[in-house]
């Protein structure tokens, strides 16, 4: 009814959103989610709204699914307060606004349980390095351990070298290393077989559960021929889905 949607109108009075974000997104359907908009249109949803009007005009927009909306407005409220997930949070809602699919509910739902480092760690999962001799798949970086680390033997220090030269790799496609296996000798720097192991850990394990859980990150692990010898490494690599989902909450699609 006219009287709900100038109600919620008066909603976004004076916080800086335009009623034709409401009108526009919303549509016929507002009459129906008058009162759960309101329940969930807080500061967060205000900050979000802000962005996505900034980015957008009433001309390129559809009306939303009324389904999609109320989860939309509830999950994205309980959301913590970081630009990178309100970023994110806007773009979301511009793809579905342009062409919904039902994914963009899935997507919603991920959205919802990430947190500002999840969101920070998975952004960074992108940040490959350009570098000519940066690998390309996890094929070419089991090429690259195996030629540039035939063997290990040696003191801890020269495993400790080891794991910060593995960390440096040039990495050419997006994926991050999860965990690093180093075998060293705590005897003679001669001895042929390793007894103990040095590993490093990456500090974003939960992170790094939460998006593979979440089925945005894949784990991959290397290991060389003789593990003994020769390091191996743990990581992560993006899935067709986390490629997908980075797309939409880049703003890209």
Not at 171 to 178: D, K, M, V, Y
């Amino acid at each position: 009814m006219p009287g709900e949607l100038v109600t919620a109108a008066s909603i976004l009075a004076g916080s800086g959103v335009s009623t034709w974000v409401a009108d526009k997104l919303l549509g016929p359907s507002f009459d129906g989610l008058g009162e759960q908009f309101r329940a969930y249109a807080g500061q967060r949803i205000t900050k979000i709204l802000k962005k996505f009007q900034s980015e957008n005009f009433p001309n390129d927009l559809n009306t939303l699914p009324p389904g999609f909306a109320i989860q939309f407005f509830q999950k994205a409220s309980f959301s913590e307060d970081d630009d990178l997930l309100t970023a994110a949070w806007a773009s979301l809602l511009s793809s579905a606004s342009r062409s919904f699919e039902n994914r963009h509910m899935l997507f919603a739902d991920i959205l919802s349980v990430m947190s500002a480092s999840d969101a920070k760690f998975f952004e960074g999962v992108f940040q490959v390095s350009d570098e000519s001799e940066a690998v390309e798949d996890v094929q070419r970086l089991f090429g690259h351990l195996e030629s540039h680390y035939p063997h290990v033997g040696g003191p801890l220090d020269s495993a400790v070298s080891m794991v910060d030269q593995i960390r440096s790799i040039p990495i050419g496609f997006p994926c991050a290393l999860r965990l690093i296996t180093v075998p060293y000798s705590d005897c003679s720097p001669n001895l042929r077989h390793a007894d103990h192991v040095h590993v490093w850990r990456s500090e974003s394990e939960t992170q790094i559960d939460v998006l593979v859980r979440n089925g945005l990150l894949r784990e991959f692990s290397i290991n060389l021929e003789s593990p003994y010898h020769r390091p191996g490494i743990e990581g992560v690599v993006v899935t067709a889905l986390g490629n997908e989902f980075h797309k939409i909450c880049a703003g890209e699609k």
